[in-house]
């Protein structure tokens, strides 16, 4: 079982502030996962192939295709101040 200064470790870790009530009540918890976790290793294995993810066969995206994009007049006829291709805007830092 997780002794004091362990809980006081992992939860320094976790960024998760306890109170000296609970190191207790965390220890037998942390105890509980610890054994579960070396019951998981008692697993075979072997021939288990990893799993990435449930939908890999299909691509459910589009294709990515380059188009060309003619926004930017629209974007910058919106702006009260422009420059070229760029926001003409007030100068913040002196």
Known sequence: MPDKKQVEYVANLARIGINPGETEYLSSQLSKILDYIDKLKELNVDNVEPMRGLNLA?????????VDSAVCEDILKNSPSREGNYFKIPKVIE
């Open 58 to 66: 299909n691509n459910i995206f589009r294709k990515d295709e380059v």
